[in-house]
């Protein structure tokens, strides 16, 4: 059985796009191990308050402001609910062009890997047909 070889620039795409997924994961867990606080907004004793979730990212340090409409009721150490739902929406937040040049360059790594890697089999392979 034959197997179609795969042009350079459909590898590229291919390693780009999964420079991309893994930028996001990056992206997602730095909300998520980020640091979290609580704090109940009250500017007047007169008025409701608010509830307001802060969130600082593990790697950038960027402090993100939530808003949830249902109550809080406890934040603890652990990865709970809040954390991962409240990592989601912080997701886009100021990091896109981080996203973009993460992705980037993890694609540009892993389309050199994966060349390497078929150049070193390639040879091997001419190797062993010459024995």
Sequence with gaps: MTTKKSSASLSLIRSIALGVI???????GAHVFGKW???????DSQTTGTVLLHNTCAV????HTLRPNTD?????DSIDGTKLGGSFMNFFDGHIVA????A?????LIFALRNMAKKKTGKQSST????
Excluded: K, Q
Aim: proline letters at 3%.
């Design 99 to 102: 996203m973009v040049i993460i």
């Design 128 to 131: 062993f047909d010459a024995i």
């Design 60 to 63: 950038f340090g960027t402090t």
């Design 22 to 28: 893994l930028s996001m994961l990056f992206t997602y």
């Design 37 to 43: 606080e609580v704090e109940n907004y009250r500017p």
């Design 72 to 76: 809080v009721s406890s934040l603890g």
């Design 104 to 108: 980037l360059v993890l694609g540009l």
